[in-house]
């Protein structure tokens, strides 16, 4: 499953941290739109929560819910799923030795050993399992970081993790991958915030400070924060989260990914330059920066060609075909005096079954009056599905693992089509190779995985 996650730590207990967590979904809000939830700690009514399917202001819309999550310390997670019973929202919260609230994202790749582990207790997700085994190692009185190095340990998988106990006890955990972003910041010695994206330090006025390392833990309680490199960082960062996923004011693994983004439009230009056109305009929101790199590179002017309507909604990750073509239109109006007459470069950011750039493509060139429609997309070709947790859609729905280039060109109706390459991400990413997941575009995956129900 896709998610975003977030834990804060207050070290005063004056804090209200509830609102500080829903900020904090708030600039998360891009990783997932199915559900959400939040869970605090006061010390002593253990632990609160509120969760729902829904956009994050819309599940805590009314002021008392945010009230009623009283405590200085606060989980929080929203997802790509939805899930039609609420009780299998994150954060999960599961009845073990120390109740536990916990939330991750990516994917469990060793199901069936680790349910073993927790017979005959049967969680009813990889949420839950982790959270009964991190909550039965605290039984025997163990220390929360050596359970959570245990459970490093037991779990193959791609996966960052928060959890919080009764007890007041937060844990942050990053695999030894590092797959899945995950970044740590504080607000002085007032609270600790550690959260899939550095955005979210920003959003609730913390300092971002690093990474966490893959491989890493962070623990928060009441009189200390610990940190442990429990296993040796294996990086395989997944180069779709620079491409597309993350927010353009994030840093993640070290790499800001505006510069990511302005070094794609460049590479784009330099690998597919239109000669011709006249203008180049970039489909809102994730392409702008590739599309005002591109412009740039080539000598030709930038322009906006599209309003939005209704909230940013990512069309490529909604679930059901007519929820995508909602998406689509409430996404993008072209403005018909910017393309009207005109030779454009439309650069976009991804292009997975097809269906939304023949949507503009037929919009711009039959209603708007584009003279040419050039497609540039600023990821290589996306050919296979993510076996990490990321909504990439089955093989057979992916356009580019039948079609080439040519051929796409012609279903989407645009005079030319390209992807950037898989060489030129690289690049633009300057991050060697090696380190990188780049399974759904190549089909080589770093991480064995076979799929265990
Ligand atoms: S397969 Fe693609 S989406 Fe999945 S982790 Fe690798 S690069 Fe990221």
């Not at 037929?362 to 009056?369: A, D």
Request: with cysteine; charged share 25%.
């Amino acid at each position: 499953m896709g998610s975003g996650i977030v834990g804060i730590y207050g070290f005063s207990k004056l804090w209200k941290m509830a609102r500080f967590v829903y900020y904090a979904l708030l600039a998360l809000q891009h990783r997932g739109q199915e559900t959400c939830g939040i869970v605090t700690y006061d010390g002593k009514g253990g632990l609160y929560s509120h969760k729902a399917g829904g956009l994050v202001d819309q599940v805590f819309s009314q002021p008392e819910t945010l009230e009623n999550l009283r405590g200085w310390v606060g989980i929080g997670c929203v997802t790509t799923v939805a899930e039609k019973d609420p009780s299998l929202i994150q954060p999960a919260i599961v009845e073990g030795p120390v109740r536990t609230a916990l939330c991750f994202d990516g994917k469990i790749l060793n199901l069936k050993s680790l349910r073993g582990k927790v017979s005959p207790l049967e969680p009813r997700s990889e949420a839950e399992l982790l959270a009964l085994i991190f909550s039965q190692k605290l039984e025997g009185g163990l220390h929360p970081v050596e359970a959570a190095s245990q459970l490093m340990g037991e779990v193959k998988g791609v996966y960052s993790l928060v959890a919080l106990t009764e007890r007041g006890e937060m844990v942050a955990v990053r695999d030894p991958h590092g797959v899945k972003p995950l970044a740590i910041g504080s607000f002085g010695f007032d609270y600790g915030v550690v959260a899939s994206e550095s955005c979210v330090i920003d959003v609730i006025g913390a300092d971002f400070k690093s990474d966490v390392q893959p491989g890493e833990i962070y623990y928060f309680d009441e009189y200390s924060i610990e940190r442990r490199q429990a296993v040796k960082p294996k990086p395989k960062y997944c180069a779709f989260e620079h491409v597309y996923l993350a927010r353009p004011d994030s840093i993640v693994n070290e790499v800001p990914i505006y510069n990511t983004r302005i070094s794609i439009g460049e590479i784009l230009a330099e690998e597919h330059l239109a000669e011709n056109a006249d203008l180049v305009l970039g489909v809102p929101e994730t392409a702008i920066p590739f599309a005002v790199a591109y412009a740039q590179k080539a000598g030709k002017p930038f322009g906006l060609g599209f309003v939005q309507t209704g909230r940013r909604i990512r069309s490529a990750i909604k679930p059901t075909q007519f929820e995508r073509l909602v998406g689509v239109q409430l996404k993008l109006n072209p403005i018909k005096s910017a393309i009207s007459g005109r030779r454009i470069v439309l650069v976009d950011d991804s292009v997975v079954r097809g269906t939304t750039t023949k949507n503009t493509v037929n919009l711009m060139r039959n209603k708007m009056g584009a003279r040419e429609v050039h497609v540039r997309v600023g990821s290589p070709r996306i050919v296979t599905p993510c076996p990490y947790g990321t909504e990439v859609p089955e093989k057979d729905e992916l356009i580019a693992a039948h079609l080439s280039p040519g051929e796409v060109s012609k279903v989407v109706g645009a005079d030319s089509f390209h992807w950037l390459s898989i060489k030129g991400l690289v690049k633009a990413l300057g991050i060697p190779r090696k380190n990188l997941c780049l399974g759904c575009f190549t089909g080589k995956y770093p991480i064995p995985f076979k799929d265990e129900k």
